[in-house]
């Protein structure tokens, strides 16, 4: 297994597992494919080319089969100390055939020593039900409740 940050020669691979991600969670969903790979493609070259996202995936022969999405997002600086960004990490997902084999926990543990080294105060994330156990298994913590206004 290889695990690296994602290239623009992965876009297509990328695209069609945020589709498939989509559906296995919404299978309610209905959309036009090739309008959703458009409007992705371009968020994706736009990630991948700067600096604020990091797409980390993980390969079995060649083939991607695992990708989680980093967002650094900036802290207001404070006085006494050097303000470091935190990692917003989104879209963690591994195809099915490829579960419970620990590729998911490699993606992570490569994730944390990434964001050590780049002295990131810390990785947030927010699982579904589904998830939590996977991340509590990988040295993550339940933290309080964020709050939200949802803006109509």
């Given at each position: 297994m290889n695990i690296r940050k994602a290239g623009e020669e992965d876009m297509e691979a990328l695209i069609r597992m945020r589709w498939d991600f989509t559906l296995e969670h919404q299978p309610e969903v209905n959309g036009d494919y090739e309008l959703f790979a458009q409007e992705c493609r371009?968020?994706?070259?736009?990630a991948i080319r700067g600096e604020r996202w990091h797409i980390w995936v993980a390969e079995v022969d060649a083939d991607i089969v695992s990708h989680v999405y980093i967002q650094l997002i900036d802290k207001v600086p404070r006085p006494g100390r050097i303000t470091y960004p935190f990692a917003y990490m989104t879209n963690v997902y591994t195809l099915p055939s490829?579960?419970?084999q620990g590729i998911g926990s490699q993606v992570l543990?490569?994730?944390?020593?990434?964001a050590t080294e780049n002295k990131y105060e810390f990785i947030?994330?927010?699982?579904?039900?589904?998830?939590?156990n996977f991340?509590?298994?990988?040295?993550?913590?339940?933290?309080?409740?964020?709050?939200?206004l949802i803006l109509k």
């Open positions: 371009e968020f994706l070259v736009e490829c579960r419970s543990r490569e994730i944390e020593k990434w947030m994330v927010w699982p579904n039900d589904e998830s939590r991340y509590v298994r990988n040295g993550y913590t339940l933290c309080n409740d964020p709050m939200e």
